[in-house]
C-alpha cells in the first residue's frame, strides 16, 4: 500500500468504502465510539488484512458489527439476559459476547478460534450505512497500530495507519470518544470483560443479573491485553501538576496544558480522551501526565484505559 485517501462521509464515500471491502481490503470508518478498521467478517483473508495493517497479534479477536438484532441472531445464540441488553442499548456502545451458531459464516480467525464471538450494533450512521450498503458482518477493531492511542478523528488513523490502508471515510470527531464496554452472560452474572460508555450498574439493571467480574485471565474479547491504548511516551496517572518534561492533561480544578474537562464532566472527559493523548504524543515534552479521575460511573472506563496506557510492555 503506497497512499491512503480520505474521503467525506457521503454516497460516494461509502460506495467506494463498500467496492474496496469486497474485494477484500479493510477501510477506515467512523462510529459513535471510535474509528473501526473495517473489512469482510466471512472472508479470513480480508480479515488477516486487518491484523497485518494493524500489526495485531492473532490470538485477540475482534468485534463483529452487524446493522441490527436480527442479523445479530443469525449469528450468535444470545441468551434471555443478552436479549434485554440487546434491546435497552443497541444501536450504541455495548458489545456482547456469546456463543456462535453452527454453520454461521464468520471466519474462524475474526474469533481468533473461539466458540464465542463479540458482537455489536453501531449507531453512527457511516457505520451503519457502509453496512447496509455491503450487506455484510464487519469485523472492526479500532483503525490504529495495535496497543497505540485509539482514533476518535480522520487525521489519527493517517498518522497510525496512513500507508497501510487505502481509504479513510472522515465523519469528523467521535461523539463518545470510548471504546464499547464487552459483557458476556456468566453462570452468576455478567461478566464485565470491559468496562465502557455504559455504566456497569445499568447494564446488571438492564439484563436482571449481577455483574460477576471479568472471569478468567484469558483473552475472549478485544481491550483486554494489559498494555493498551498507549502514547510512545511515558505516562504518569494522578499527577496534581507536571514535572519540567511532562505535558499535562487536567481534569476539574486542574487545568493542566489542556483539560480533558475544566467542569469535571466525565463524558465530555471520555469524548476528550484519546483526543488529547494524541496531542500530548505529538507535543515536545517528553513524557506525559494524567490528573485525577474520579473512578465511578463512566471513570471507571477511563481509569481502565489510561491503566493501560500507562502499564509497562
Not at 61 to 78: E, K, M, R, T
Not at 173 to 197: D, H, Q
Request: hydrophobic fraction near 50%.
Amino acid at each position: 500500500m503506497s497512499e491512503t485517501s480520505i474521503l467525506p462521509f457521503d454516497d460516494a464515500g461509502i460506495a467506494r468504502a463498500a467496492a474496496l471491502i469486497r474485494a477484500g481490503q479493510p477501510v477506515a470508518i467512523p462510529t459513535e465510539t471510535v474509528y473501526g478498521l473495517a473489512a469482510d467478517a466471512t472472508d479470513a483473508a480480508a480479515v488477516a488484512a486487518i491484523y497485518a495493517a494493524k500489526g495485531r497479534p492473532s490470538f485477540n479477536p475482534l468485534i463483529v458489527h452487524v446493522p441490527d438484532l436480527s442479523a445479530a441472531q443469525a449469528l450468535a445464540d444470545l441468551p434471555a439476559p443478552a436479549l434485554r441488553l440487546a434491546e435497552r442499548f443497541w444501536p450504541g456502545p455495548l458489545t456482547i459476547v456469546a456463543p456462535l451458531r453452527d454453520g454461521t459464516p464468520i471466519a474462524r480467525l475474526t474469533t481468533a478460534g473461539l466458540a464465542t464471538i463479540a458482537l455489536r450494533v453501531p449507531a453512527h450512521p457511516a457505520m451503519q450505512a457502509l453496512l447496509r450498503v455491503t450487506g455484510l458482518p464487519l469485523a472492526a477493531p479500532s483503525a490504529n497500530a495495535s496497543g497505540t492511542i485509539s482514533p476518535t478523528r480522520a487525521a489519527h488513523v493517517l498518522r497510525s495507519l496512513g500507508g497501510r490502508i487505502p481509504l479513510v471515510v472522515d465523519g469528523g470527531a467521535c461523539a463518545v470518544g470510548l471504546e464499547s464496554a464487552i459483557v458476556a452472560v456468566g453462570a452468576n452474572g455478567l461478566r464485565l470483560l470491559r468496562p465502557g460508555p455504559i455504566a456497569p450498574d445499568a447494564l446488571a439493571e438492564a439484563a436482571g443479573l449481577p455483574i460477576a467480574g471479568a472471569g478468567s485471565d484469558a483473552i475472549e474479547a478485544p481491550g483486554q491485553l494489559a498494555h493498551h491504548y498507549a502514547p510512545s511516551k511515558p505516562l504518569r496517572l494522578d499527577a496534581t501538576s507536571a514535572a519540567p518534561d511532562e505535558w499535562l492533561i487536567g481534569f476539574g480544578a486542574i487545568a493542566g496544558d489542556a483539560s480533558l474537562s475544566p467542569a469535571g464532566d466525565l463524558i465530555e472527559a471520555a469524548a476528550r480522551l484519546f483526543d488529547l493523548l494524541h496531542a500530548a504524543d505529538a507535543a515536545p515534552a517528553e513524557r506525559i501526565a494524567v490528573a485525577p479521575v474520579p473512578r465511578s460511573g463512566l471513570g471507571l472506563a477511563i481509569n481502565d484505559r489510561l491503566a493501560r496506557a500507562a502499564a509497562p510492555q
